[in-house]
C-alpha cells in the first residue's frame, strides 16, 4: 500500500452509477469549475464512488481535484491529514501517483473531527482556499471537477454541525447523499436533515444506495488499513535528537488535564512505542513523524522529505503500538480505576 489509493474505476458497479454521472454533467453547462461533495456514514463506499468520478471524468477530458476531507480514512494521504490532489487528464494522474504524495496536505492532531471540530474546521479552510486557488487558476483553460470525500462521522449533533458547515464553506454544486442499509436511526436522521438543508440552495442533489459491490470493512480492517498507511510512510527514516521545547502544548481540550511533562512520562516508562506528531518547519506542515524515547534521549523519527530545519511538533491523540498500529493515548492516561467519561468530565 502506498500513500494514493486510487485504486481505479471500479468494475462491476451499480448502473445507477452512470446516470449520476449524466446529472452532474448538467452542471458544466454554466460553469467550468463543478463542485461535488460527497456525503455518507462509515463503509457508505464513498471512497469507490469517489474513485469512479475520478476516472470517468478524466477519461471525458475533464480535470480533476480531488480534496480528500477523511482524516480516519483518506484516500490520497495518511490518517490525520486533509488532502488535495489535482490532475488535468490521466497522464498527469500517473505521475502523481508514481510520485505517491498529494499536492496540498495539512494536519489535524486526531484520526476523527469529534472533539476537535475547531482544529479540523481551520485545516480545511486553509487546504480549500489553496486548492480552489489552482482550480480556478486552471479551469481557465479546461472544464474541471472538484470531488470532496468527508468522514463517515454523521451520527451527532456536532457532525451534523460539522456538515453544514461543509456546505457553507465549499459552496457545491451538487450533493451526493449516499444511504446504506445498515444505518443506525439516529445516521439516518442526520442525513436526512443535510439532504433537506441543501434543498435550500437550490443545487444538484443526489441520493442513491450504497453499491451492492462494496465490501464493509470492519474496525479491524480499518485500523489495519491505517497501519498499512504509516508504514508505507515510514518505511525509510531519519533520527533526530530534540529537546521537549519544540514540543507545542497539547491542543486537546480533554487532554488538558494530562500535562504533556506525564504524557513524556509514560513515553519513557515505555508504555507505548511512540507518539504520533504534525511536523512544522517555518510554520508550514512537512509531515507525520514518530516522538520516540531511546532510554537516554527523546527522539523524533521523520521520513527524509520532511523539512529538518526550525522544527515545532504537535502531537496527536494517537501513539504507535507493534507494526503501526495506533490507539488512543487516553487508554494509557486515564487511570484503570477511572472511566473515560469520568476523566473527560474533570478535565472540562
Known amino acids: 500500500m502506498g ?9 462491476p458497479r451499480p448502473d445507477y452509477w452512470d446516470d449520476l454521472v449524466s446529472g452532474i454533467k448538467r452542471a458544466f453547462r454554466k460553469r ?63 505521475v502523481k501517483l508514481e510520485r505517491g504524495y498529494p499536492d496540498l496536505w495539512e494536519f489535524v492532531p486526531s484520526d476523527s473531527p469529534r472533539g476537535v471540530v475547531q482544529l479540523f474546521s481551520l485545516g480545511m479552510m486553509n487546504i480549500l482556499s489553496l486548492t480552489l486557488r489552482r482550480l480556478e487558476s486552471r479551469a481557465m483553460r479546461q472544464p474541471y471537477l472538484m470531488v470532496v470525500d468527508t468522514t463517515g462521522y454523521v451520527s451527532t449533533s456536532e457532525a ?5 458547515m461543509k456546505i457553507r464553506a465549499i459552496r457545491p454544486d451538487a ?24 434543498e435550500r440552495l437550490k443545487i444538484y442533489r443526489f441520493r442513491i444506495p450504497r453499491s451492492p459491490y462494496v465490501e ?45 511533562q506525564e504524557v513524556l512520562m509514560k513515553l519513557k516508562s515505555e508504555s507505548f512505542k511512540g507518539i504520533l506528531v504534525g511536523i512544522y518547519s517555518r510554520y508550514k506542515f512537512s509531515g507525520i513523524g514518530i516522538l520516540r524515547w531511546d ?54
Open 32 to 94: 467550468k469549475l463543478v463542485k461535488v461533495l460527497v456525503l455518507g456514514g462509515v463503509d457508505s463506499g464513498k471512497s469507490t464512488l469517489i474513485s469512479f468520478l475520478v476516472y470517468r471524468f478524466l477519461k471525458e477530458r475533464i480535470g480533476i481535484g480531488f480534496l480528500d476531507l477523511d482524516i480516519g480514512q483518506s484516500t490520497i494521504g495518511l490518517p490525520m491529514t486533509l488532502n488535495s490532489l489535482i490532475a488535468s487528464d490521466e497522464d498527469e494522474l500517473q
Open 3 to 11: 500513500m494514493i489509493s486510487l485504486k481505479g474505476e471500479p468494475n
Open 295 to 348: 532510554g537516554e534521549n527523546l527522539l523524533i523519527e521523520l521520513n527524509p522529505n520532511s523539512q529538518e530545519r526550525d522544527l515545532h511538533l504537535i502531537p496527536s491523540n494517537l501513539v504507535l503500538a507493534n507494526d503501526y498500529y495506533t490507539y488512543k493515548l487516553k487508554e494509557v492516561l486515564i487511570p484503570s480505576d477511572e472511566t473515560e467519561e469520568e476523566s473527560e468530565k474533570r478535565s472540562q
Open 175 to 198: 450533493i451526493i447523499l449516499i444511504d446504506k442499509p445498515d444505518s443506525s436511526d439516529n445516521e439516518r436522521r442526520y442525513l436526512d436533515l443535510i439532504f433537506n438543508y441543501s
Open 160 to 164: 451534523l454541525y460539522l456538515k453544514l
Open 216 to 260: 464493509p470493512r470492519d474496525r479491524l480492517r480499518r485500523r489495519a488499513y491505517r497501519a498499512g498507511k504509516f508504514k508505507y510512510f515510514f518505511r525509510r527514516t531519519l533520527s533526530l535528537r530534540i529537546s521537549p521545547d519544540v514540543l507545542l502544548p497539547f491542543p486537546h481540550p480533554w487532554l488538558s488535564y494530562y500535562p504533556i
